[in-house]
């Protein structure tokens, strides 16, 4: 049992460029959530899923995309980087309240 | 909308000393969930405890507790004998209830505190 996976752990990415990070969770949960963290600014949403086939836009989901087609994944797509976007991004899965989080990816645009 | 505030954004202690960190939070929800999560310095969440608006009762678990007082909108978190590996950053968070009666599980989070515990 993983729990929660990120894929990559760490990019780097030049403006303009474009990337997609894979979440991956093993525990059967029908809510995933993309966070950020920002130096100072605790953790805020992006984008959330209650179901396969289904995503919410969170607090700050300007910038992004993303997608659940299968109940374990969820994408969080890039289209055009921007040094904005240079955070930590936290991945979690969650049923019944207690949210499972992944180890983060590190991102940073140059 | 929802808010968190955490004030206290670093906090030095020495060892065994008692520390007890605050969260205050603004919801126009009547249920809604509260949260304390640790990030050591190796950056991953860990799950401290969950407490729902309608349960004030404090709770103990080993050197960790919790006061919330729906009267002040305050979840405050203390460390009893605290120790070096209580380092970390510290993050109270809410959400809100959904239409089912469970949590949709989208948090809002403070600011978080750092704690530095000296030996």
């Known amino acids: 049992n993983a729990g929660v996976t990120q894929t990559p752990k760490f990019r780097v990415l030049k403006t303009g460029q474009s990337m997609t990070l894979l979440c991956a969770q093993d525990m059967n949960h029908e809510y995933m959530y993309w966070y950020r963290q920002d130096p100072g600014m605790g953790l805020r949403l992006i984008h959330y899923?209650?179901?396969?086939?289904?995503?919410a836009k969170g607090e700050v989901p300007d910038g992004y995309n993303v997608s659940r087609l299968k109940k374990q994944n969820f994408l969080l797509g890039l289209e055009s980087a921007a040094p904005s976007q240079t955070s930590v991004y936290f991945c979690?899965?969650?049923?019944?309240?207690?949210?499972?989080f992944g180890p983060g990816t590190r991102l940073t645009v140059t | 909308a929802q808010k968190v505030t955490q004030a206290q954004t670093e906090i030095s202690v020495v060892e065994k000393e008692d520390v007890t960190l605050d969260c205050v939070y603004e919801t126009r929800d009547t249920t809604y969930y509260l949260f304390w999560y640790k990030q050591p310095p190796s950056g991953e969440l860990v799950f401290l405890i969950r407490r729902n608006s309608f349960d004030e009762q404090n709770e103990i678990s080993g050197r960790y507790s919790w006061n919330f007082q729906k009267s002040t909108s305050s979840f405050n978190f203390t460390i009893t004998a605290s120790q070096v590996v209580d380092s970390a950053v510290y993050f109270c968070a809410l959400s809100e209830e959904n239409a089912g009666g469970t949590s949709y599980g989208k948090l809002t989070f403070g600011q978080g505190t750092i704690l530095t515990v000296h030996p």
């Open positions: 979690a899965s969650a049923r019944g309240g207690e949210q499972y």
């Open positions: 899923s209650v179901g396969e086939g289904t995503t």
